[in-house]
């Protein structure tokens, strides 16, 4: 069996995996800190669906976090079981929003945000799902 997980770069990652906490409902399962300054250094989030990877950027490992909120070479696709719930608890952060909940020609209905690190997200709903 194949899993993907990925696997995100901030700046701060500490406050990456509290915002993704507080507004997306993930779960903090891991971190791993510097025992020398505290700094996060990896930290493992569960979705209602999977897990994602949240480390700092390296220097040394040709990474960094978004520079540019605006532009972005990635996103980060999640499906959650209510995108309308989801949508009313991310809304109250008060970030980027650069879609509203819509129905997508794929039969999701979603909506995509930038979270204060910059990376972009898109969370939906199968539409067959949420008409039963």
Request: proline share 5%; no cysteine; glycine share 8%.
């Amino acid at each position: 069996m194949t899993y993907i997980t990925p696997y995100l770069y901030y700046e701060d990652v500490g406050a990456a995996i509290e915002f993704m906490e507080e507004v997306f409902g993930f779960e903090i399962k891991q971190v791993f800190r510097d025992s020398k300054n505290n700094q996060v250094l990896h930290a493992t989030v569960r979705t209602e669906s999977g897990k994602i990877f949240v480390g700092p950027g390296m220097n040394s490992f040709g990474t960094r976090g978004t520079p540019d909120p605006n532009l972005v070479t990635s996103m980060t696709y999640v499906y959650v079981d209510n995108v309308d719930t989801h949508y009313a608890r991310t809304k109250k952060a008060g970030i980027k929003i650069w879609e509203e909940p819509h129905v997508h020609f794929s039969g999701n209905k979603q909506y995509t945000v930038s979270d204060p690190g910059g990376q972009r997200w898109t969370f939906a709903q199968s539409v067959e799902i949420q008409q039963k």
